[in-house]
Antibody, heavy 118, light 113 residues
């Protein structure tokens, strides 16, 4: 069964950047998209973007267009999400998910808590 | 962006009884080219990531018990649990993945016993 394992919790100051990793195993990494979704306290899930590891194509939500960068290292079967210029309202759990096509997510990482506080 | 609205926000159902959760989209999720509804349902328990239940509105993911069913078309969808079990206590939310980003999620429904 496919598995995604994310990096550990992060505490950052406003204005800093964070880079979260998502290591895939038990499936062919380049055969599926990787989506990134975040869940702020008391808020609904928010889709941030996706990347297709096979060709590096990315699509970003307009809400994060200028601050987020998605990358992959196919040799390590790992996807990365970097969010810049952090604000307090970026405090959330960040999830990666395996996308079937560019559609639903059939496997999710365990989540990474990112806390932004001075 | 397509807005997804679930109802109710919270639902309490007795064990063995039926639970129904609604999800309404601000525009139709039915693509005429392939006659598919671009909607998924997830279950999320505290401290855990979401778990896929249904895609294409009514296609059950492998391993999901058949007491769960998904239905609906266009802009109105339902998730039904025919006989609530204790392990079904969780948050449930819908996601639309209609072509053309962004994908968006419902606000979630808390299901309790």
């Amino acid at each position: 069964q496919a598995q995604l394992v994310q990096s550990g919790a992060e505490l950052k100051k406003p204005g800093a950047s964070v880079k979260v990793s998502c290591k895939a195993s038990r499936y062919t990494f380049t055969d599926y998209a990787v989506h990134w979704v975040r869940q702020a306290p008391g808020q609904r899930l928010e889709w941030m973007g996706w990347i297709v590891p096979g060709n590096g194509n990315t699509v970003y939500s307009q809400n994060f267009q200028d601050r987020v960068t998605l990358t992959t290292d196919t040799s390590a079967s790992t996807a990365y999400m970097e969010l810049n210029n952090l604000r307090s309202d970026d405090t959330a759990v960040y999830y990666c998910g395996r996308g079937v096509g560019l559609h639903w997510l059939d496997c999710w990482g365990q989540g990474t808590q990112v806390t932004v506080s001075s | 962006d397509i807005v997804m609205t679930q109802s109710p926000d919270s639902l309490a159902v007795s064990l063995g009884e039926r639970a129904t959760i609604n999800c309404k989209s601000s525009q139709s999720l039915l693509l005429s080219d392939n006659n598919k509804n671009y909607l998924a349902w997830y279950q999320q328990k505290p401290g855990q990531p979401p778990k896929l239940l249904f895609y294409w509105a009514s296609t059950r993911e492998s391993g999901v018990p058949d007491r769960f069913s998904g239905a609906g078309s266009g802009a109105d969808f339902t998730l039904t649990i025919s006989s609530l079990q204790a392990e079904d206590v969780a948050f449930y939310f819908c996601q639309q993945y209609y072509p053309g980003p962004p994908s968006t999620f419902g606000q979630g429904t808390r299901l309790e016993v």
